[in-house]
């Protein structure tokens, strides 16, 4: 249930073709977790590059900490 998963992402910053994002968990905390975007039929997806396009949506990767 997406309803039910820690949001930890308080921050994304775009630089050419990387995505960078800011955490509020510690990596013991994201220990076995995956990284989606735009998990869920209702997700919101609102990265976006200059242009205005939105990114893919993606996932699971895993989190190598």
């Not at 930890?8 to 955490?23: A, G, N, R």
């Amino acid at each position: 249930d997406p309803e039910q998963i820690p949001q930890y992402v308080y921050k994304i910053t775009l630089e050419q073709d990387t995505v960078s994002l800011f955490l509020s968990a510690t990596p013991d905390m994201l220990s076995g977790c995956q990284l989606y975007y735009g998990y869920a039929p209702d997700c919101p997806c609102n990265i976006t590059d200059e242009a205005g396009r939105a990114i893919p949506v993606m996932g699971p990767l895993s989190l190598n900490l």
